[in-house]
């Protein structure tokens, strides 16, 4: 009995961490459960393949669009390259260039929603009218004319882009949080403690919306993964190094609506950027029910 309680202890401390929250949303819901290993998949599948692979893929001219057999798995593209190959060296920028962009906007949303919601005031007014100019205008036409203006844009210029134009939504939210955070009394406790601003923000309140934080960070990552992806459809990006969407780009410059054998070379892709859409949005709504308070208690 007492071995049972000793083991018991631990795990109910870990359970009650923010990463035991999290484990335990994700391992209690099958959904969410499976969309994290869809994703870990398809990230290792991005990451790691690449080490698996040939990354010489030479040019086959006698093998330009064949379809897919025991050598190519799924045939050969217009170049006579192995389609497969080049699906496993195309998911790494995308994922990163997201990732780094879901970071920015989530970090500028947090920074600024934190100061306005709780200093209110002049500060509050001045970045309220920064989102509204924000949201006001087009993200994506945004996003169009600075690639535009560059010729040969860094991926980690792409990640600034995108996530300039994603925090503004975000914004909001933290900052009706903050609001509502900072009239709770262990922040009145705070204060008359004489803690300071900064530690009564950032040990105080954002450790309590640390669920909502993270879990708005994982949409994110998927916003910006479809806005990257469809940069590189339009073909307004360098087509350099593999993506996803730049696979799509040239199927259809290649016209493979017209030639069925061509078929693998788009829908593979498609295929990759719809599971990963799938995971994420399983994965997000296991954390949802996890971290939130008010879902957590049903």
């Known amino acids: 009995m007492v071995a049972t309680d000793v ?5 109910k401390q870990f359970r009650e961490t923010f990463g035991g929250q999290v484990w335990t949303g994700l391992t209690r819901s099958p959904a969410g459960f499976a969309g994290t290993v869809l994703v870990l998949s398809i990230v290792a599948f991005s ?4 080490l698996l692979v040939d990354q010489d893929n030479p040019v086959d001219t006698s093998k330009i669009w064949t379809s897919p057999s025991a050598e190519h798995w799924l045939g050969t593209q217009y170049e006579g390259k192995d389609t497969f190959t080049i699906l496993v ?13 879901a970071l920015m906007a989530v970090f500028v949303a947090v920074a600024f929603g934190s100061i306005a919601g709780y200093f209110r005031g002049r500060i509050d007014a001045v970045l309220l009218q920064l989102t509204d100019v924000t949201v006001t205008i087009p993200q994506f036409l945004l996003m169009l004319a600075v690639v535009a ?8 210029g792409i990640a600034f882009v995108v996530g300039s134009t994603m925090w503004a939504f975000l914004f909001r939210s933290i900052r ?23 530690r009564i923000v950032f040990r105080e309140i954002l450790p309590n919306m640390a669920g909502f934080i993270f879990v708005n960070f994982v949409i994110s990552v998927n916003q910006a993964i479809y806005a990257i992806v469809g940069l590189y459809v339009l073909g307004l990006m360098p087509s350099g190094t593999p993506n996803w969407g730049l696979m799509i780009h040239m199927s259809w410059s290649n016209n ?24 994420l949005v399983t994965m997000g709504r296991g954390l949802d029910q996890a ?6 208690e049903h």
């Open 89 to 101: 060296n195309s998911g790494a920028e995308p994922i990163w260039v997201g990732t780094l962009a």
């Open 149 to 156: 203006f560059f010729d040969d844009i860094p991926s980690w």
């Open 291 to 296: 971290l939130n308070p008010r879902l957590r």
């Open 176 to 198: 009706a949080q903050v609001m509502s955070l900072k009239e709770r009394e262990f922040v009145e406790a705070a204060r008359l403690q004489d803690l300071g601003t900064a």
């Open 7 to 11: 083991i018991a202890k631990p795990r």
């Open 256 to 279: 493979f609506h017209l030639n069925p054998v061509t078929l693998p070379y788009v829908i593979a892709p498609l295929a990759m950027i719809v599971l990963f859409t799938i995971g």
């Open 47 to 50: 990451f790691i393949g690449p």
